[in-house]
């Protein structure tokens, strides 16, 4: 008898690999625990996605914000990876499997869904968080919206974990 859940949700590759972080960015020793126990709790499958600025500038990267980021190759190495996204999220809806939510990660200039971080004002500016979507969750949101994939996106913040816990629980 097949005992799949039937339920996956698609994580920024950082949510289980925090070894993929820039330098001093991880703020945790290997993965997101909190979010790890509340899917495996709940028999959720987890699609890791690309971490698409390791893939792009690799393991010992500076530290970069949207702006930074936001250029036409970036752009399009996120189109890429969006687009083997979505077409893994289509097989698995075709089949039957429910794509719960894709979960970002807060203030990242690639994954971030409420919160990315910029340097609005001059490149010598200091970094800060601001409204807005990293340029991979902005390339995945048009992919899934032009194959009609409805699926939420949730962003995860360690800063408030408790509270972004509770909000996937939703799920």
């Known amino acids: 008898m097949d005992k799949r859940s039937r339920r996956v949700v698609f994580a920024a ?3 289980l690999n925090q070894n993929v972080r820039v330098q001093g960015g ?14 495996k709790a709940r028999s959720i499958g987890v699609v890791q996605m690309p971490c698409p600025e390791f893939a792009f500038a690799g ?16 752009r399009a190495h996120c189109a890429k990876i969006a687009a083997l996204m979505a077409d893994q999220a289509e097989e698995y809806v075709r089949n039957g499997v429910q794509v719960l939510a894709v979960l970002g990660v807060e203030r990242s200039p690639s994954c971030g869904v409420e919160q990315t971080t ?9 970094a800060k968080a601001t409204s807005g979507q990293g340029v991979f969750i902005e390339e995945l949101r048009r992919e899934f919206s032009l194959r009609h994939l409805q699926v939420p996106f949730r962003g995860v913040d360690w800063r408030t974990i408790s509270r972004t816990v509770e909000e996937l629980e939703g799920l």
């Open 13 to 15: 590759h950082c949510i």
């Open 26 to 39: 991880a703020h945790y020793p290997a993965m997101i625990d909190e979010v790890v126990e509340l899917l």
């Open 59 to 74: 393991l010992n990267r500076s530290v970069a914000t949207k702006e930074e980021y936001d250029t036409p190759s970036f």
């Open 118 to 126: 910029t340097r609005p004002d001059s490149p010598k500016a200091q």
